[in-house]
């Protein structure tokens, strides 16, 4: 294959939108903690890139994309260090099936994991170990989302592989799932991972101090607007991306992100001035990221005005999903759970009764809903399982929890010696909202 500068450019660029997408959701997560854990939070998005970027040369790409074992990963040693991937036998760059170097592929799909790893972490913002949180983020890429990604993405048990799930569901047409599961950008690999990885460690670490009993609103509303709009521009490198080169597929991704979020957005809107009596900016920002989640999976496999469907009820029903925490008793603190676990099922569920081709509503049968829905289910089995495991191992040896004195008095200063705002008269001043 020769190589394609014009959909290199396209990917380079995509890799960087998505990477830009990290600092962002701190800007997203670190508005909606308390002023006085605004930085550890921060810093929970910012250490995931460093912590993943490292794991990922030396054995990440292997194990999403390299040689099958079993199904289920990668060999970690098959392209341990990238060794084997960057060049060809005769020095040349090795190119993909749409004329980009791999190195390229390896650079954007790194950010993927990046940013997976980092969502979790609003579930269980304000109480826990900076320390233990980066051993959780190397752990965790390494058990479930580098498995997962080669499971849906690289050939494995969840992919239209003929060796896959569906295909042993619907049977196999010229050596592939006859009906194969569709996840566009990330709807089992990203948000349903991530989201069900976040409620299992709100379970297993337990409630912030004064849960359901003290205001534990926002402290600056603005940054998270910014979060929200700088999640929105990446995204369409997360998506449109997905692609993987600079033709009409990205173009109707990019259209129907777009599409879904805005629809999202108003449906979130709408949801809580019905229920609430107002229409809030966290409303927005938050209705923004439900939509742009929801039309992740399925961004190449929609309409304009069927994604438009899909952004309205993935708005309507993220906003009333952000409330059962209070209903059962577990502290998702920054509503992971609501957004990305429920927002990623509607997603890749949707698919099934939406897509332009295999959808039900479409007079093409059940066949792809069925698939959706057993690929769903399988991986949020999959991450819930193994996210307790490794939780449960890291509470048991290093402990999740600050002190108490650390979690009231705020995290900031006591795990990372630094506060977000000015000082006078010796006590530290913190802007929330009452």
């Not at 994309?65 to 991937?85: E, I, K, S």
């Not at 972490?121 to 109480?127: E, L, T």
């Not at 849960?211 to 929105?232: I, T």
């Amino acid at each position: 294959m020769d190589l394609d500068t014009g959909a290199t450019a396209w990917m380079l660029m995509s890799a960087s939108l998505v990477l830009l997408m990290t600092p962002g959701l701190a800007f997203f997560y670190g508005g909606m903690v308390r002023g006085k854990s605004v930085l550890n939070m921060m810093m929970m998005s910012f250490i995931a890139i460093g912590a993943v970027v490292v794991v990922y040369v030396l054995y990440g790409w292997s194990m999403s994309y390299g040689a099958d074992v079993g199904g289920f990963f990668g060999n970690p040693f098959d392209q341990f260090g990238l060794n084997g991937t960057i060049w060809n036998d005769d020095g040349s760059y090795a190119i993909d099936a749409f004329g980009v170097p791999v190195i390229v592929g390896v650079a954007f799909q790194v950010t993927f994991a990046i940013i997976t790893v980092a969502l979790i972490s609003g579930a269980i913002a304000d109480r826990v170990k900076f320390g233990t949180w980066v051993v959780f983020v190397v752990l965790w890429v390494t058990v479930s989302y580098f498995p997962l990604a080669h499971m849906v993405w690289g050939g494995g048990l969840l992919s239209g592989a003929e060796n896959g799930v569906a295909a042993k569901i619907f049977g196999v047409t010229d050596g592939a799932a006859t009906v194969a599961p569709i996840d566009f950008a990330g709807g089992t690999v990203v948000h349903i991972n991530a989201g069900i990885a976040g409620l299992v460690l709100a379970l297993i670490i337990g409630k912030r101090k004064g849960f359901g009993r003290e205001p534990m609103r926002p402290h600056n509303l603005p940054f998270v607007m910014l979060g929200a709009a700088l999640l929105w521009f990446g995204w369409f490198g997360f998506n449109a991306g997905s692609a993987f080169t600079a033709d009409g597929n990205a173009g109707l991704a990019w259209v129907n992100t777009t599409a879904a979020t805005a629809a999202a957005m108003i449906g979130w809107l709408v949801t809580e001035k019905v229920r609430d009596g107002h229409a809030t900016s966290l409303g927005a920002a938050s209705g923004i990221v439900a939509g742009l989640v929801a039309i992740t999976p399925a961004a190449g496999a929609l309409r304009p005005v069927t994604s438009i469907v899909l952004g309205v009820v993935a708005g309507v029903l993220c906003a009333l999903a952000v409330g059962l925490k209070y209903k059962f008793g577990y502290d998702d603190s920054l509503d992971v759970v609501g957004v990305h676990l429920v927002g990623g099922l509607v997603g890749t569920i949707g698919i099934g009764f939406l897509a332009a081709e295999g959808g039900l509503f479409f007079g093409d049968g059940a066949k792809l809903l069925v698939v959706q829905i057993v690929i769903a289910l399988l991986a949020l089995i999959f991450s819930g399982l193994v996210t307790a495991v490794i939780g449960y191992i890291l509470k048991v040896t290093l402990g999740w929890r600050v002190s108490e004195e650390a979690e009231v008095g705020g995290i900031d200063l006591a795990v990372h010696g630094e506060t977000a705002y000015e000082t006078l008269g010796g006590a530290r001043v913190v802007t929330e909202v009452k």
